[in-house]
């Protein structure tokens, strides 16, 4: 039954930020995810008869990607599979599965926050036996492999039934098909307090959840409206759908808008929530005031004892270098340890696996903890409601009393999308040129107190990145960032990250935007955004 066909290598396959994303058109030439499928697999050891979890987040073409992972995994002599039914898995709770089952590893098959549909992005994703993305060692080995793959094995058979719960067979892989928010949802109730959280939906507190018509709609359901008695109809866009009902499942102030709106609005829930396309991602508004993710981060470590998963505190925080600095405000005062990673959940896996951190965020609208080793969307909301079913306070003054408490990092990202690949690469290398030359140059009230471009050496594993992004820091605390973005499909995104420390509770209540106005100007000068890109203004501001 297991049938070797041979190859040819496609260029270009290497895994950005997160996994391999393409269009849809990419992935389906003729033997383009088989490639990608075997040449991972060639870079591993030792998972003959060990188990595989294979999940995705229900976009268009994940079920036919998801059938041919399962007959390459049978013939390459995996064991067993896990799979989600109808192929579904959060990429959190696949790697919850991961763990709980001592997986081998597995395949997650997603582009996230990236649209769907026929015309929009896919993705594959390998994560290792810790339940996290593979390092960057293991990445590169596997695109190494895509350019010199000759021949994948498959099995022939038919079809196999992704909608039935129960166990089947592929060759000689077992295939379970599971429930995809059971053994999630097992885990979410050792983390927070449920019953507290019931008596707040009891007390009358509200809430809206958007799915965004992606992967969470079912776990949110079963957990908030089933398990914990929020009212019928907090969750809107429930229903995963292959396109994500045509929207950006990005839950961002301008993805996410009408929810932001409503948010702001006199008919305001006590908490509005979204999550991304594959349910790692999340956004949470308190009536009348947005929390950004960087301070999210910050309120989360320093409350998340109040919570029965981490009543005897947390270990250490850890951020990506461009996430603001409000979480290191918290690690001093709670005397832990605080971490700078690059960008992307991979860099957090060996601090998590050495116990150094508990709680570990970034910007991008993801948190998580040593609970599995991806970003969890739903349990950061979850986390939320425990805290403020613990203090019984609003998320407004919660917010508040943390900044009188820290200070507030003023904090938003600026991105300037489909912009030229080669602006973007000239921009970025006349940047880092600059660099040795602005530690001490002055501009207006602003002076230059370190710059470089962004390396880390591991701690555990003692690996090193480099060229993780420009930051450029101002005495006081500002700070500029600038870095290309690793998840697009199309043309380069430019981001660029903004920071001011404003330690006087009296200003911490200005518009960001206007709190930023300095430093907003100073990133085009610096740069040279308009002469490098033909942009003026950004097209995503968060
Ligand atoms: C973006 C975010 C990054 C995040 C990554 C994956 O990467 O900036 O923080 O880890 O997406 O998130 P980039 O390289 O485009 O800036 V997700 O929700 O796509 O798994
Ligand atoms: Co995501």
Not at 88 to 99: C, F
Not at 314 to 333: H, L, Y
Not at 442 to 453: H, K, P, Y
Not at 460 to 478: C, E, K, N, Y
Request: hydrophobic letters at 40%; glycine letters at 10%; proline letters at 4%.
């Amino acid at each position: 039954m297991i049938k070797t066909v041979s190859t040819t290598p496609y260029e270009g396959q290497r895994p950005g930020t997160s996994g391999l994303r393409k269009k849809v058109a990419v992935f389906l030439q003729p033997h383009y995810v088989e490639n990608f499928v075997q040449s991972i697999f060639d870079s591993l050891e030792g998972f003959a008869g060990q188990t595989l979890v294979v999940g995705g987040d229900g976009r268009h073409f994940n079920r036919q990607a998801i059938q041919r992972v399962l007959r390459i995994a049978a013939a390459n002599r995996f064991g067993r599979a896990i799979v989600g039914r109808g192929g579904i898995l959060s990429t959190p709770a696949a790697s919850h599965l991961i763990r709980k089952n001592r997986a081998f590893g597995g395949i997650v098959l997603s582009a996230s926050h990236n649209p769907g549909g026929p015309k929009g992005d896919f993705g594959i994703k390998y994560n290792v036996a810790n339940g996290g993305p593979a390092p960057e060692g293991i990445t590169e080995a596997i695109f190494k492999r895509t350019n010199t793959i000759a021949a994948y094995r498959i099995v022939e058979s038919p079809d196999l039934d992704l909608d039935r719960i129960g166990t089947s067979q592929v060759g000689d892989m077992a295939i379970s098909v599971i429930d995809p928010v059971t053994d999630y949802q097992a885990l979410m109730e050792t983390l927070v307090d449920f019953d507290r959280i019931r008596s707040l939906f009891g007390s009358g507190f509200r809430m809206r959840f958007d799915a965004m018509s992606a992967v969470t709609g079912p776990y949110a359901i079963k957990i908030l409206e089933g398990a914990l008695t929020a009212p019928a109809g907090s969750v809107v866009n429930a229903t995963p759908e292959e396109d994500f009902g045509g929207r950006h499942p990005d839950p961002n102030l301008v993805h996410a808008k009408q929810l932001y709106d409503l948010a702001m609005s006199a008919q305001a829930p006590d908490l509005c929530a979204a999550s991304d396309g594959d349910g790692d991602r999340n956004l949470v508004i308190g009536r009348g005031l947005f929390v950004t993710p960087s301070d999210s981060l910050a309120v989360i470590a320093a409350n998340a004892h109040l919570c029965p998963g981490y009543a005897k505190g947390i270990a250490g925080i850890a951020r990506s270098m461009p996430t603001s600095r409000a979480a290191d405000r918290v690690a001093e005062r709670l005397g832990i340890g605080l971490h700078e990673t690059p960008t992307g959940w991979k860099f957090f896996g060996n601090l998590l696996d050495a116990g150094l951190v508990t709680i570990c965020g970034e910007e991008s609208a993801g948190t998580g903890s040593n609970h599995v080793r991806e970003k969890d969307g739903l349990w950061a909301v979850l986390v939320w409601l425990d805290i403020l079913a613990a203090r019984r306070r609003s998320i407004a003054e919660i917010v508040r009393d943390h900044w009188s408490l820290h200070g507030r990092h003023y904090y938003s990202r600026h991105d300037y999308e489909e912009i030229d690949a080669d602006g973007a690469n000239a921009l970025v290398k006349a940047l880092r040129d600059a660099v040795p030359s602005l530690k001490g140059r002055r501009f207006g009230s602003l002076e230059v107190a370190q710059a470089d471009d962004f390396a880390y050496h591991d701690p555990v594993d003692h690996s090193d990145a480099t060229h993780q992004g420009i930051r450029i820091l101002f005495a006081g605390g500002s700070r500029l960032v600038y870095r290309l973005s690793g998840t697009g499909t199309g043309d380069a995104t430019l981001r660029v990250y903004i920071e001011r420390f404003e330690p006087d509770a009296a200003r911490h209540r200005l518009k960001t935007q206007d709190a930023l106005r300095d430093l907003i100007g100073l990133s085009h000068e610096l740069a040279g955004i308009s002469r490098h890109t033909g942009r003026t203004e950004p097209s995503v501001i968060t």
